[in-house]
């Protein structure tokens, strides 16, 4: 009897070691992935990144653009949600007090100065914008991102901040890339009519499967069993699943209208993801399918077709 009591303490022993070592490296990968630093793995100031110089140098659009948020430079407009979290965001408005605003959402690892392309253009048409700073990102408090799925509560903050200000304001959402995502799970839940519409900018249909492939290219890891211990992680210690981000889902159950763009050429977010959003999506919809174009290169590679594109499809839902 002894025998089999020591038998079964060894057992529970190594389930119990092979668990935590099983929790542990998923809580790695989601340091990795979702932590505060590093969604700030770079500077700050944008342009610092070579990159982003490159494109500052090379893109009169990207050049003009940026300018044109570093003269403005505005400072944080803080709000605090439902439940008592803090919220920055960017906040450019009109001269003249008017009911046209738009809500610029930033991608992974990036700023609201990125948004700065997408806010100029919106700017000059007469709106006034917002552009949020997502979960973990510079000064915002949350230590880690989750990759739109509370994020888009936040949206909804800034939502109901404009109708605050604005009660018959006319609203569009836009997101690059993850702020893409975070836009796309905005319209999955009950929206006010002032919401006219959503631009989608090369988001992905579902964390899971964003990971599933980039696990592989980045990490160099077989999804099983790491992106199934990093998703085990999140659900018990950060609150949410890599499966219930789906803007997949969302879409399906949106009724606001949505264009989807993307380029065909993304190594980061696949072109297929788009085509399966598009396909799922229950609101009016359009798409613009950008050939030789990567990640976030739409509207600096295709400037004219993509804000005709843009213009034409926000000026179907939202009155001068």
Request: aromatic share 12%.
């Amino acid at each position: 009897m002894k025998k089999v009591s020591k038998a079964l303490t060894i057992s529970a022993a190594a389930a119990l070691t092979g668990a935590a070592a099983y929790i542990g490296t998923g809580g790695l990968l989601c340091y990795g992935i979702l932590s505060k630093k590093t969604c700030n793995k770079y500077p700050e100031e944008l342009l610092h990144c070579p990159g982003n110089m490159k494109r500052y140098l090379s893109d009169p659009h990207f050049r003009t653009a940026d300018d044109w948020y570093n003269a403005i430079a505005p400072e944080d407009t803080v709000l605090y949600n439902e439940k008592g979290d803090k919220l920055l965001a960017k906040v450019i408005t009109q001269d003249k007090p008017g009911k046209k605003w738009l809500i610029a959402v930033h991608g992974y690892s990036s700023r609201p100065r990125a948004m700065a392309r997408q806010a100029i253009h919106f700017f000059r048409n007469g709106y006034n914008c917002i552009l949020p700073c997502q979960r973990a990102h510079r000064n915002q408090e949350e230590k880690f991102t989750s990759m739109g799925y509370f994020e888009r509560y936040d949206v909804i903050s800034w939502i109901n901040y404009i109708l605050s200000r604005c009660p018959d304001a006319q609203i569009v959402i836009l997101g690059i890339s993850m702020g893409s995502a975070t836009v796309m799970l905005t319209t999955g839940e009950k929206l006010p009519p002032n919401v006219k519409c959503c631009i989608a900018d090369c988001g992905y249909s579902s964390c899971m499967e964003l990971f599933r492939g980039s696990i592989k290219t980045t990490a160099g890891l077989p999804p099983f069993p790491f992106l199934y211990a990093a998703d085990a992680f999140s659900k018990l210690f950060l609150g949410w699943s890599f499966r219930d981000c789906s803007p997949i889902d969302a879409v399906a159950a949106s009724s606001t209208p949505t264009l989807f763009i993307h380029g065909e050429a993304d190594p980061v977010v696949p072109f297929w993801m788009m085509e399966a959003l598009y396909e799922k999506c229950s609101a009016e919809k359009k798409k613009l399918a950008l050939p030789d174009t990567g990640h976030d290169e739409a509207c600096e590679k295709h400037p004219e077709e993509y804000w005709e594109a843009v213009d034409s499809f926000v000026s179907a839902y939202v009155t001068e």
